[in-house]
């Protein structure tokens, strides 16, 4: 029995690069803040660049909270989607022409997502990252860290529970 070729790597990485572009443009909101996503291997970090626009006290000054849980909620959505389509992504049945074509696959629909802010945001980048606690067919549950320049002093965190778009199988 022959072992079937593996695919190159930079066929593997064009084709995550892709479905990750294709997913976090079709997101008008992401645009909007300016969001962008790192990806190494099946992780992502999520990136704010600093704009005067998301200042939201002046005197400190310091990030809009709105803005910090805007950017925490979206880092959980989009890990969790990351996640979910995954599998489809490595066994390369995802077509990322069909998110570039704006047919989107359904994202996870925010349940409750609480905020809690460390400290203030300080007017710089900003990083995220999300950890999906649990994932089932209906239902998952998402924490998510902000940090700044130190992962290790986050200034916001985040939990959610979002409910699971059916998937068609």
Do not use: C
């Not at 190494?40 to 849980?69: C, K, S, V």
């Not at 998110?99 to 609480?114: E, S, V, Y």
């Amino acid at each position: 029995m022959a072992r079937t070729r593996p695919e190159p790597v930079q066929v593997i990485k064009q084709r995550r690069d892709e479905a990750l572009t294709a997913l976090v443009t079709g997101v008008a909101y992401i645009r909007f803040l300016g969001i962008e996503f790192d990806r190494r291997g099946d992780e992502l970090t999520a990136l704010m660049p600093f704009r005067e626009a998301l200042i939201g006290n002046p005197q400190l000054p310091a990030l809009h909270g709105g803005a910090t849980a805007a950017f925490l909620e979206v880092t959980a959505i989009i890990g969790l989607s990351w996640a979910m389509l995954w599998p489809e992504i490595e066994s390369g049945a995802f077509d990322a022409g069909r998110l570039a074509a704006g047919q989107m696959p359904r994202l996870p629909k925010t349940i409750d997502f609480t905020v809690d802010y460390l400290r203030s945001g300080l007017p710089r980048d900003a990083y995220a990252r999300a950890e999906i606690s649990r994932a089932g067919r209906r239902y998952a549950s998402v924490r998510v860290e902000a940090w700044q320049d130190n992962r290790a002093r986050a200034f916001a965190q985040g939990a959610g529970h979002f409910l699971m778009p059916r998937r068609d199988v």
